[in-house]
């Protein structure tokens, strides 16, 4: 096993075992508190610093870890996530809503440290002339992370069930800490550190490959996101009357699904030539939304539609995600690759945030229909900012 492996093998882990908690985490604060009576736009406004802080995180992440090197940032990022648990573990007097929030801008910080450094850290690991085996890492690395992100969706309803909101964040928390104490001293020195210091200025992105995908991503995760942070759950709970552990459940198995499709992705895209393929998955992603909010308003059984319909989207948008996630770390520098890889996962995260505030506020004023309406467009402008995209040499899968 080469060093090369053996370092990508770590930082998976480390990836994995974040998304766990991270998808657990989130399952359990919105079936919680939506249990407590929370509305869906109060219990969007728990998630806001976690996405506005994300926003951040990835702009300033980029240079603290070419300053300081990926190993550091990610374990960084697992002890703020160890923290943000032990905040969520205390008695539930305490539990307002300023201390989640607070709790939750931890995570946010957290989760995007760890995410930056895992995209970038495999730049480095893949020569440049190889862009098959790159796009064929990152997309196992991003798809098995939301296969996993989708048990830990599954893991938080059964926990809340079984434990109860704080020990199951005491779990969580505990376990983690084992694979941060792992991590410190299996992951390589100096990875990623830049051989120039990178000035501060240098955080905002000077490439216009990179500052268009950027913009791309923004719009295709806010229209994820504006329906499938609070929206849906919700619905499933209040309109087909499922318990935690079967939304739970369900959120569990597409996220899952959603994964295996995106490691699958440079199998269902073939030769990926330039920006046609980025063009053409979103157009037909943006089609989706829509043809679910249609059926839903004509009356048609709605366990059908929007089962199907989320099924259908999680397929098209899964290569759409994989695909992104190679033109990134194709595109970006190779000393200072941080730099361009947290510039992108800003954007990533302001969609989050976007459709994670529109997500509540939209589905309690007008319902899920709206949202639907809301996803298709900005998936349509992910679309037209795809083809500004520049073109890329052929990569064969």
Same mark, same amino acid.
């Given at each position: 096993?080469?060093?090369?492996?053996?370092?990508?093998?770590?930082?998976?882990?480390?990836?994995?075992?974040?998304?766990?908690?991270?998808?657990?985490?989130?399952?359990?604060?919105?079936?919680?508190?939506?249990?407590?009576?929370?509305?869906?736009?109060?219990?969007?406004?728990?998630?806001?610093?976690?996405?506005?802080?994300?926003?951040?995180?990835?702009?300033?992440?980029?240079?603290?870890?070419?300053?300081?090197?990926?190993?550091?940032?990610?374990?960084?990022?697992?002890?703020?996530?160890?923290?943000?648990?032990?905040?969520?573990?205390?008695?539930?007097?305490?539990?307002?809503?300023?201390?989640?929030?607070?709790?939750?801008?931890?995570?946010?910080?957290?989760?995007?440290?760890?995410?930056?450094?895992?995209?970038?850290?495999?730049?480095?690991?893949?020569?440049?002339?190889?862009?098959?085996?790159?796009?064929?890492?990152?997309?196992?690395?991003?798809?098995?992370?939301?296969?996993?992100?989708?048990?830990?969706?599954?893991?938080?309803?059964?926990?809340?069930?079984?434990?109860?909101?704080?020990?199951?964040?005491?779990?969580?928390?505990?376990?983690?800490?084992?694979?941060?104490?792992?991590?410190?001293?299996?992951?390589?020195?100096?990875?990623?550190?830049?051989?120039?210091?990178?000035?501060?200025?240098?955080?905002?992105? !000077?490439?216009?490959?990179?500052? %268009? &995908?950027? @913009? /791309?991503?923004?719009? *295709?995760?806010? $229209?994820?996101?504006?329906?499938?942070?609070?929206?849906?759950?919700?619905?499933?709970?209040?309109?087909?009357?499922?318990?935690?552990?079967?939304?739970?459940?369900?959120?569990?198995?597409?996220?899952?699904?959603?994964?295996?499709?995106?490691?699958?992705?440079?199998?269902?895209?073939?030769?990926? !030539?330039?920006?046609?393929?980025? %063009? &053409?998955? @979103? /157009?037909?992603?943006? *089609?989706?939304? $829509?043809?679910?909010?249609?059926?839903?308003?004509?009356?048609?059984?709605?366990?059908?539609?929007?089962?199907?319909?989320?099924?259908?989207?999680?397929?098209?948008?899964?290569?759409?995600?994989?695909?992104?996630?190679?033109?990134?770390?194709?595109?970006?520098?190779?000393?200072?690759?941080?730099?361009?890889?947290?510039?992108?996962?800003?954007?990533? @995260? /302001?969609?989050?945030? *976007?459709?994670?505030?529109?997500?509540?506020?939209?589905?309690?004023?007008?319902?899920?229909?709206?949202?639907?309406?809301?996803?298709?467009?900005?998936?349509?402008?992910?679309?037209?900012?795809?083809?500004?995209?520049?073109?890329?040499?052929?990569?064969?899968?």
């Amino acid at each position: 096993m080469t060093a090369a492996i053996r370092q990508y093998l770590v930082i998976t882990g480390n990836y994995w075992a974040f998304t766990l908690t991270d998808g657990a985490l989130r399952m359990l604060v919105v079936l919680h508190f939506h249990q407590l009576g929370y509305s869906p736009l109060e219990i969007a406004l728990l998630f806001i610093f976690y996405e506005f802080f994300g926003v951040v995180t990835n702009l300033v992440g980029g240079y603290l870890g070419a300053r300081m090197g990926l190993n550091r940032t990610m374990n960084i990022g697992l002890f703020l996530q160890i923290v943000a648990l032990g905040m969520l573990a205390v008695p539930a007097a305490m539990l307002t809503v300023p201390w989640v929030m607070a709790a939750q801008a931890l995570s946010g910080i957290a989760k995007d440290l760890n995410k930056m450094s895992a995209k970038s850290g495999i730049k480095l690991l893949v020569p440049d002339e190889q862009q098959g085996t790159l796009y064929k890492w990152v997309a196992i690395l991003t798809g098995s992370k939301n296969t996993l992100k989708g048990v830990g969706f599954f893991l938080g309803g059964v926990l809340l069930m079984a434990a109860g909101f704080t020990g199951a964040v005491i779990i969580m928390a505990v376990a983690l800490t084992v694979v941060w104490l792992v991590s410190l001293f299996l992951l390589k020195q100096e990875l990623g550190k830049s051989k120039a210091k990178p000035k501060f200025s240098e955080i905002l992105s !000077k490439s216009r490959a990179i500052n %268009v &995908l950027s @913009a /791309a991503r923004m719009f *295709l995760f806010g $229209a994820r996101d504006v329906w499938f942070v609070v929206a849906l759950p919700v619905y499933l709970h209040t309109v087909f009357g499922w318990d935690f552990w079967k939304v739970g459940g369900f959120m569990a198995t597409w996220i899952i699904g959603y994964g295996f499709i995106q490691t699958i992705a440079p199998r269902i895209t073939g030769n990926m !030539k330039g920006k046609q393929p980025a %063009v &053409l998955w @979103a /157009a037909g992603l943006a *089609l989706i939304p $829509a043809a679910i909010a249609i059926g839903l308003t004509a009356g048609w059984p709605p366990q059908i539609v929007i089962v199907g319909g989320l099924l259908l989207f999680g397929v098209l948008f899964a290569v759409n995600s994989s695909l992104h996630s190679y033109l990134i770390v194709s595109y970006a520098r190779g000393d200072g690759v941080s730099l361009d890889v947290g510039f992108y996962y800003m954007s990533n @995260a /302001a969609g989050r945030l *976007l459709g994670t505030i529109l997500s509540g506020w939209v589905y309690q004023a007008w319902g899920l229909e709206v949202c639907l309406w809301i996803s298709s467009g900005l998936v349509a402008m992910a679309a037209l900012l795809s083809v500004l995209l520049p073109e890329r040499r052929p990569v064969t899968a």
